[in-house]
């Protein structure tokens, strides 16, 4: 099993940066895969960003190169660096760990971009 907290979240003006954090209860080591998904109101949850156990990243089509997802095993912690953030990526972000078949999810946090 793992716990996954997440922090970082805030309100940002429209091209501001935030960084989330996303701190696991074991090693970060040996999770097959890590991930930020987020919903927006109304909207359905959606991957955001993964980090698989060797380090290989993927995005979503709509990140466009202006998050960076990176993982420090040392401190049992995954990040999601948002940059050049806009009114749409408004939503409650989520941290994801895919352990041993089972799938977890943190309590989420908060982004709020204004225009």
């Known amino acids: 099993q793992v716990q996954l907290v997440e922090s970082g979240g805030g309100l940002v003006q429209a091209g501001g940066s935030l960084r989330l954090s996303c701190a696991a209860s074991?090693?970060?080591?040996?999770?097959?895969?890590m991930a930020w998904y987020r919903q927006a109101p109304g909207k359905e949850r959606e991957l955001v960003a993964r980090?698989?156990?060797?380090?290989?990243?993927s995005y979503a089509d709509f990140v466009e190169g202006r998050f960076t997802i990176s993982r420090d095993n040392a401190k049992n912690t995954v990040y999601l660096q948002m940059n050049y953030l806009k009114p749409e990526d408004t939503a409650v972000y989520f941290c994801?760990?895919?352990?041993?078949?089972?799938?977890?999810w943190g309590q989420g946090t908060q982004v709020t971009v204004s225009s």
């Open positions: 994801y760990a895919y352990l041993d078949g089972y799938n977890y």
């Open positions: 980090i698989r156990i060797g380090g290989s990243t």
């Open positions: 074991r090693s970060t080591f040996s999770i097959n895969a």
